[in-house]
């Protein structure tokens, strides 16, 4: 990857401090290809909410509980019990 290919807004994905590092050094769980599709589906997801128009469906989440329990998952139910 050239130093304009990298430092390109097209191949930035705007992380916390915390979850960026994370990303960074775990190369294996977060591989360029699945880093692009986060990428893909969270602009599909914010398409959809400012045109209404069709999104993917099955689309995962990067959930973080905490700096260092991150998740990637789908949100089937939550409750609010307060």
């Known amino acids: 990857m050239t130093s304009d290919v990298r430092a390109s807004v097209d191949n930035?994905?705007?992380l916390y401090a915390n979850h960026g590092r994370l990303v960074d050094t775990d190369v294996i769980t977060y591989t360029v290809e699945t880093l692009h599709q986060y990428k893909a589906n969270h602009y599909s997801q914010r398409k959809q909410a400012l045109t209404g128009a069709a999104?993917?469906?099955?689309?995962?989440?990067?959930?973080?509980?905490?700096?260092?329990?991150?998740?990637?998952?789908?949100?089937?139910?939550?409750?609010?019990?307060?």
């Open 12 to 14: 930035g994905i705007w």
């Open 55 to 82: 999104a993917e469906r099955n689309v995962k989440y990067l959930i973080a509980f905490g700096p260092e329990i991150v998740a990637v998952s789908e949100i089937n139910y939550a409750q609010d019990d307060q």
